[in-house]
């Protein structure tokens, strides 16, 4: 501990002259820390990240130094809430190669996306692609199986001439049902409900999910051999695992039934497993017969993540930049419960806003807490220092950025979500660091737009919050206990707390942003 204490010590007075800090903008915290969030958005929007994946010259595409060669024969297909606008783009750079297309998306995206004025994400009416609708809810269904099938179809009848561009991202697996024969949709679905509310990992339900399934684990791939695949992928997965994202249907990954039949048993499922089940997994060997060639076929597959957490956290921190505050990305792949995150946040603030060295209990408590919210110790040990030579050398504002995807525990009935409720427990856990401009600043934001069953993607609060809230007969314990984060902060000022960006049309999981104002330093 006294090697990584070591790190934060002040350096020499010269220092201060050796950096210049951004001069930082005159608006105010609030409306910075608003346009961080929306430039983090921005850089994820699904038109503007495939653009960007896509080089073409001529009769040639270039996509993450692959070359392909276009000869009429480009065929698309896709599944994610973000497909939509990610295929009208493909379109307009590809069309005049393209062959057809059928693309799963979620039921009622193209009115939802008319009325939105996002009509440059939706296709032209002469468009080559098929659009099928369903998943309701987010949940599998006969329209979204129909949609699958008509996926396999078109990759079936696919020539070693052919190129498959496969566009993915968040919602993929739901838009994309296959069961295996004679498993019917309805009992798959059950199947990993049970899992779901037993408490299985997201891995554990991949598993069992792939086994189950003609096209996820790497089975579209399979169908559309010998033909070319790229899969473009926008993921809203922690640590972007290939395998996870819509539970990797161009990632080849052969489950076996031991393996699936020791998950189903952990959680005591075993017993009440369907016939159709029950067969499938009794089989013996893969899911489907390869042929010739295909168990090197990892030359003919190409995955490429386009768009993650991490793209949207480096344009975000670009933009604070241009704001006047020095960014820092701490971590991509915080998840855990939302008390917990909250402390870690807290206790991040406290040691930036600290004028001088902060205790070293401080520093032990951040490090404690890091692996229990998926922060690694290393990237903690280089926030504290970036932060303590900010103290030391006086580089001005910071802007500290972080994503992921925590969780909360459901004690209420009340209507809410994981940013708003982690932004008001932030907010308590900054109650004595001041208030801005002299303290500082916390963002939590859904970058879908959506936080919960409610229009707010999260909302900003400050070490204002507590006593804002009681001055206005708002008893912050009681709408936590409840679970009731959105009720209260639309019910606190108007609702000016709130971030409500509306329809984003993409997803890379949340955008947690502190905001640190300039600290006066003590010289002696």
Known sequence: MARVLSLFRPQPFLALIRRRKPPLCK???????????????????????????????????????????????LHLVGFGKAVLGMAAEAEKIL??????????????????????????????????????????????????QKAAEGIKQLASELTENDILLVLISGGGSALLPAPLPPISLVEKLDVTRKL?????????????????????????????????????????????????????????????????LSVLERYKLLNSLPCSIKEVLGRTGPRWKETKGESTSSQYVHNVVIGSNLVALMCAGRRARELGFRPVVVATGVCGDVRSVSRLYGLLARFACSREEPPPEIAAEILRLGPEVGV????????????????????????????????????????????????????????????????????????DGQDGPTEAAGAITDGGLYEEAQAQGLHIETFLNNNDSYTFFSSLSAGKRLLVPGLTCTNVMDVHMLLIPPIPITIR
């Open 27 to 73: 608006m105010s915290m609030d409306s910075s820390a608003r346009l961080v969030f929306a430039a983090a958005v921005e850089a994820v929007q699904p038109d503007t990240i495939v653009r960007q994946s896509i080089d073409r010259k001529e009769d040639s595409v270039s996509i993450d130094g692959h070359k392909f060669t276009l000869k009429h024969n």
């Open 196 to 260: 779901a509310a037993a408490g299985a990992t997201i891995q554990e339900l991949n598993t069992v999910r792939r086994a189950l399934s003609f096209l996820k684990g790497g089975g579209l791939a399979h169908f559309a051999h010998p033909a070319k695949v790229v899969a473009l992928i926008l993921s809203d997965v922690i640590g972007d695992p290939l395998d996870l994202i819509a539970s990797g249907p161009t990632v080849r990954g052969e489950v076996w039934s031991e393996e699936v």
């Open 376 to 447: 690694e110790s290393w990237d903690l040990c280089r926030t504290m220092q970036v932060l303590g030579e900010g103290r030391t050398e006086g580089w001005g504002a910071t802007c500290l950025l972080a994503g992921g995807e925590p969780t909360v525990e459901l004690t209420g009935m009340g209507r809410g979500g994981r940013n708003q409720e982690l932004a008001m427990r932030v907010g308590l856990e900054l109650r004595d660091l001041g208030i801005p401009p002299n303290g500082p600043v916390f963002l939590s934001g859904g970058t």
């Open 95 to 144: 069309g005049d190669h393209l062959v057809k297309g059928v693309i799963s998306v979620p039921k009622g995206i193209q009115q939802t996306l008319q009325e939105h004025g996002k009509g440059h994400l939706l296709l032209k009416e002469n468009s080559r692609i098929k659009v099928m609708e369903g998943a309701k809810n987010n949940l599998p269904d006969a329209d979204a």
